[in-house]
């Protein structure tokens, strides 16, 4: 069965520094998203991305976030300048439509900043 | 501010019973609905998705959507020590909303053999 793939699975950075967290969505999927979970709290949604563009961020993804589709198959997701509060599980998903299709979700990225 | 309210739990059942889950939500707005598994350390797995009202099953579980009373609910059967895991309901709100989850707190399932 297909599956969305992230790499790396742990990454350990000091704050301040940028990090690149990436994905390789489902092949026939579109509609690409990024999650992330602090730990003990709910899962949150940071952006939506189609067609080269994003389409929806939520107030969490401000100017030290972007997404990019540098190629084909990947999908990635940039901090430029890490805080502390940056510290969670990032998951990244994707489907085949934005409305009435499931969205699948990778295995995650931990992310702890020092 | 769309909100997604479910009870955090614990639910404990004894094994081979049924677990029932609830969710409401906040915005009538909604379209599309899914419940997803999450285990301690992992990544959401999706278990069922439900779209219009109504019941809709698959194998032990069925999911239950009523829209007049923005209200979601999960009935697992037959219940396993393996189903023991934390279960999120999760609300799209579709096109307008770049296919944006909302995400309730989850309530922790507890599955005693």
């Known amino acids: 069965e297909p599956e969305v793939t992230q790499t790396p699975s742990h990454q350990v950075t000091q704050m301040g520094q940028e990090v690149i967290l990436r994905c390789v969505p489902i092949?026939?999927?579109?509609?690409f998203y990024w999650y992330r979970q602090i730990l003990g709290q709910k899962v949150e949604f940071l952006v939506s991305?189609?067609?080269?563009?994003?389409?929806?961020k939520s107030e969490i993804f401000d100017d030290q976030f972007s997404v990019e589709r540098p190629d084909g198959s990947n999908f990635t997701l940039k901090i430029r300048s890490t805080k502390l509060e940056d510290s969670a599980m990032y998951f990244c998903a994707s489907s085949r439509q934005f409305s009435n299709q499931p969205q699948h979700f990778g295995d995650g990225t931990r992310l702890s900043i020092l | 501010q769309k909100e997604v309210e479910q009870n955090s739990g614990p639910l404990s059942v004894p094994e081979g019973a049924i677990a029932s889950l609830n969710c409401t939500y906040s915005d009538r707005g909604s379209q599309s609905f899914f419940w997803y598994r999450q285990y301690s350390g992992k990544s959401p797995e999706l278990i069922m998705s439900i779209y219009s009202n109504g019941d809709k099953e698959d194998g032990r579980f069925t999911a239950q959507l009523n829209k007049a009373s923005q209200y979601v609910s999960l009935l697992i059967r037959d219940s396993q020590p393996s189903d023991s895991a934390t279960y999120l309901c999760?609300?799209?709100?579709?096109?307008?909303?770049?296919?944006?989850?909302?995400f309730g707190q989850g309530t922790e399932l507890s599955v005693k053999p």
């Open positions: 092949s026939n999927h579109l509609y």
């Open positions: 991305f189609y067609n080269n563009e994003i389409s929806e």
């Open positions: 999760a609300v799209n709100y579709g096109n307008n909303q770049g296919g944006k989850l909302i």
